[in-house]
């Protein structure tokens, strides 16, 4: 069962500990559908009043999304 800040762009769940993040963090999310890990990061981050740099990168041959806290 996933949580409200539980993610699952690829129907897989991935679990954040975003009460740990801190500005500057990051955190890389290995998934598939980049585009929906983008948009339900936006939709977490959005309710904490956050601001976040997202990109899509490969990380040890597996293609994912890096996500930096910036405010």
Same mark, same amino acid.
């Given at each position: 069962?996933?949580?409200?800040?539980?993610?699952?762009?690829?129907? !897989? @769940?991935?679990?954040?500990?975003?009460?740990?993040?801190? %500005?500057?963090?990051? *955190?890389? /999310?290995?998934?598939?559908?980049?585009?929906?890990?983008?948009?339900? !990061? @936006?939709?977490?981050?959005?309710?904490?009043?956050?601001? %976040?740099?997202?990109? *899509?990168? /490969?990380?040890?041959?597996?293609?994912?999304?890096?996500?930096?806290?910036?405010?």
């Amino acid at each position: 069962m996933l949580k409200i800040d539980d993610l699952d762009p690829d129907g !897989v @769940k991935i679990v954040i500990n975003w009460d740990k993040m801190v %500005v500057t963090a990051s *955190v890389f /999310i290995p998934c598939v559908n980049t585009e929906e890990a983008k948009r339900q !990061v @936006k939709r977490i981050t959005a309710e904490k009043d956050w601001q %976040v740099d997202m990109k *899509v990168v /490969i990380e040890d041959n597996i293609l994912g999304l890096r996500v930096w806290r910036i405010t």
